[in-house]
């Protein structure tokens, strides 16, 4: 496995969880890596993304609730999602990407009840 993520979970609306993505490190080092989301009856979406130098970008819809990082020490990205929403209900991926190279992990949970 690749990519392996996990920390997704049943939470209720305003509650914080945190996703985490362990990576090999040749992937880890030399991919952009990124966090997406896909709903019931909804496409993929990206939520955020960092890259190898450590840049980020954020959907606007959660642009101030979470947080992208990574610890190069641990070959792991994280997601911090705060002031969590019903809405933000879905399957979270994480993605490393290359050039045209995409890598995906499993999805990992995430439910946010009113």
């Known amino acids: 496995v690749q990519l392996q993520a996990s920390g997704g979970g049943l939470v209720q609306a305003g509650e914080s969880l945190r996703l985490s993505c362990a990576a090999s490190r040749f992937i880890f080092i030399t991919h952009d890596m990124g966090w997406y989301r896909q709903a019931p009856g909804n496409q993929r979406e990206l939520v955020a993304v960092?890259?190898?130098?450590?840049?980020?970008n954020y959907a606007d819809s959660v642009k101030g609730r979470f947080t992208i990082s990574r610890d190069n020490a641990k070959n792991t990205m994280y997601l911090q999602m705060n002031l969590l929403k019903p809405e933000d209900t879905a399957n979270y991926y994480c993605?490393?990407?290359?050039?045209?190279?995409?890598?995906w992990g499993q999805g990992t949970q995430v439910t946010v009840s009113s």
């Open positions: 993605n490393a990407q290359r050039g045209p190279i995409n890598i």
């Open positions: 960092i890259t190898s130098g450590g840049s980020t």
